[in-house]
């Protein structure tokens, strides 16, 4: 008895699944044709580890790939009655998958690989950045060290030129005295020069003189000379008179 109701239970339950299975097969013929879409829309898996890409809109049909979360598709047509889109993968294969697994948007996870690649470009960037700053840095350090060596030797330059200023002073100051000192030697030279005529007519003047001293005292000697005697004789006369 119990095992006729076991055999009785199966019956039933074979039986409905046939008719299940019948009506799915109806519902998967009546559900195949599509709405197009405008083409090229696209869609992204959500965040699902992978969704199946089907042969036809229903889980009956045989699974073509398993698509990935993130994966790109593009949207050829939609049986809102099945609940699944008609979609082309990057690889160019056409499929269907639940409709209610695609995004308008990209996933959070697509989004976080942009953020992240946007991250390292704006790293990358900051790195440059930083490498220029520094750069500049080490110009600017550069161009002050310059600027203090500049200025040391605009120091040093000026005051040479103030040393050269004051020896060229010191020259024409020499140059002047100098000068001075040439006409005074002239005027020097010129006097002795006058001196030296002077001199000269003296010592002429002194021998004139001398010989005309020295002629008087010949002619007094000879006068001397010739009055004496006579006047030596007439004492005698004088004398011889008396």
Known sequence: MKLLTQLGLCLIISAGTT?????????????????????????YVTDTLWLQLRSGPSAQHRIIQALKSGEHLTLIGENTDAGYSLVRTSKNNEGWVLTRYLDNQPTAREHLVVVNQEL???????????????????????LRSERSDL???????????NNIREVSS?????????RKLSTRN??????LEAISVEN??????????????????????????????SLRGGRKHTSSWS
């Open 19 to 43: 008719a299940t299975s019948g009506a799915q097969a109806e519902q998967t013929a009546a559900g195949d044709s599509y709405v197009a879409v405008s083409a090229g829309s696209k869609r």
């Open 120 to 142: 390292e470009r704006t790293k990358a960037e900051l790195t440059t950045a930083t490498e220029r700053l520094q750069a500049l840095e080490t110009e600017v350090k550069g």
């Open 151 to 161: 200025e040391q030797k605009t120091v040093q330059v000026t005051q040479e030129l």
């Open 170 to 178: 010191g020259a024409l100051a020499l140059d002047e005295k100098a």
């Open 186 to 191: 002239q005027e020097l030279e010129i006097q």
């Open 200 to 229: 000269a007519q003296l010592r002429e003047d002194r021998d004139l003189n001398r010989l005309i001293y020295g002629g008087g005292l010949v002619f007094l000697g000879i006068l001397a000379g010739l009055i004496l005697p």
